[in-house]
DNA sequence: TTATCGATGGTA
DNA sequence: ACCATCGATAAA
């Protein structure tokens, strides 16, 4: 009864990136596929923050790969990385701007989980979904494929920490735009 | 416990 | 040639 079942709007994605990645931990995402339908809470994120951010895909302009995150915000962003695995990010601001949030962790609110419910690594968090690039550019603001539910939370406290793997982000590699649930509760 | 390294393929 | 990774293995 508690529960917001509501998809996030867009509204809630054109805000700024940082402030989206940290408003989105706590949230729920949600994945149907067929049949099955997975939900988890997003429990780490980092902010991409458009083509001046040189960690983000966008700093090497508009090609067919990042054109998604130029599109409008409320969209799904994914790639393949490393040839095995997929990552999941959400469009944000205002169309044009190429900016995104990547999952990079969720924790399972199913019962079958139990015991190793928490999710960390946005390859892994993919491969929890089944998200693949067919996901690539789809709508999350509507109840369709792949959208996210509002905090089940009331409180949230978290940390944040420099961005995973990007060494060759050069003043932008120590931005702390890495956002970590802390409270278990 | 931390460190290293191979798998594997899209992108530019 | 480069990677926004993971899991197995080795070293300590």
Same mark, same amino acid.
């Not at 805000?15 to 149907?32: H, M, N, P």
């Not at 799904?76 to 990552?87: E, H, K, Q, R």
């Given at each position: 009864?508690?529960? $917001?079942?509501?998809?996030?709007?867009?509204?809630?994605?054109?805000?700024?990136?940082?402030?989206?990645?940290?408003?989105?931990?706590?949230?729920?995402?949600?994945? %149907?596929?067929?049949?099955?339908?997975?939900?988890?809470?997003?429990?780490?994120?980092?902010?991409?923050?458009?083509?001046?951010?040189?960690?983000?895909?966008? *700093? %090497?302009?508009?090609? %067919?790969?990042?054109?998604?995150?130029?599109?409008?915000?409320?969209?799904? &962003?994914?790639?393949?990385? &490393?040839?095995?695995?997929?990552?999941? $990010?959400?469009?944000?601001?205002?169309?044009? *701007?190429?900016?995104?949030?990547?999952?990079?962790?969720?924790?399972?609110?199913?019962?079958?989980? $139990?015991?190793?419910?928490?999710?960390?690594?946005?390859?892994?968090?993919?491969?929890?979904?089944?998200?693949?690039? *067919?996901?690539?550019?789809? #709508?999350?603001? +509507?109840? #369709?494929?792949?959208?996210?539910?509002? +905090?089940?939370?009331?409180?949230?406290?978290?940390?944040? #920490? +420099?961005?995973?793997?990007? #060494?060759?982000?050069?003043?932008?590699?120590?931005?702390?735009?890495?956002?970590?649930?802390? $409270? *278990?509760?």
């Amino acid at each position: 009864m508690t529960r $917001n079942k509501k998809a996030l709007g867009v509204k809630f994605y054109e805000k700024d990136t940082l402030a989206v990645a940290r408003e989105l931990l706590g949230c729920v995402v949600c994945v %149907k596929r067929g049949e099955t339908l997975r939900r988890a809470e997003i429990i780490e994120t980092e902010a991409y923050c458009g083509e001046s951010d040189l960690a983000c895909h966008a *700093s %090497k302009g508009r090609t %067919k790969r990042t054109e998604v995150m130029f599109g409008p915000a409320g969209r799904a &962003y994914v790639y393949m990385i &490393y040839g095995m695995y997929f990552c999941l $990010n959400f469009v944000t601001e205002k169309e044009g *701007s190429a900016c995104a949030v990547l999952i990079r962790g969720v924790r399972s609110l199913h019962g079958e989980d $139990n015991g190793a419910p928490e999710i960390r690594g946005p390859g892994k968090t993919c491969r929890f979904f089944g998200i693949d690039k *067919s996901f690539n550019g789809l #709508d999350i603001t +509507k109840k #369709d494929k792949i959208w996210v539910e509002g +905090k089940t939370r009331e409180k949230i406290d978290f940390k944040t #920490d +420099k961005r995973v793997g990007i #060494d060759y982000a050069g003043e932008y590699k120590d931005k702390p735009w890495r956002f970590i649930l802390v $409270n *278990s509760v």
